[in-house]
């Protein structure tokens, strides 16, 4: 079974900045891919930025410039760094972890229960 805790969510200002950690109950070597999603009220869930590797980061248009996602393959975790943020980045944002074979865990996509980030003044 793999584990996913989201932490360091909270209420920042508008033009602030916050950092999110995603830890793993695994090494995240084991998969091929985690990201992060968000999913603010009444919307559906979105891709904010997915790790393939440390040089292969894809990112929302939305975030470009202002989110930046890295991995600690020693910690077991990956960050989320938002700056500059906005009243609209306020959501849940999840952590997801991607596998595409059976081994050593079952295929499939596990995800965190979310932490929540609210952009107000």
């Known amino acids: 079974q793999v584990q996913l805790v989201e932490s360091g969510g909270g209420l920042v200002q508008p033009g602030g900045s916050l950092r999110i950690s995603c830890v793993a109950s695994?090494?995240?070597?084991?998969?091929?891919?985690m990201g992060w999603y968000r999913q603010a009220p009444g919307k559906q869930r979105e891709l904010v930025a997915r790790i393939v590797s440390s040089d292969s980061i894809n990112y929302a248009d939305s975030v470009k410039g202002r989110f930046t996602a890295s991995r600690d393959n020693a910690k077991s975790t990956i960050y989320l760094q938002m700056n500059s943020l906005k009243p609209e980045d306020t959501a849940v944002y999840y952590c997801?972890?991607?596998?595409?074979?059976?081994?050593?865990?079952?295929?499939?996509?596990?995800w965190g229960k979310g932490t929540l980030v609210t952009v107000s003044s």
């Open positions: 695994r090494s995240i070597s084991t998969f091929n891919a």
């Open positions: 997801k972890a991607e596998k595409y074979s059976d081994w050593p865990i079952p295929r499939g996509d596990y």
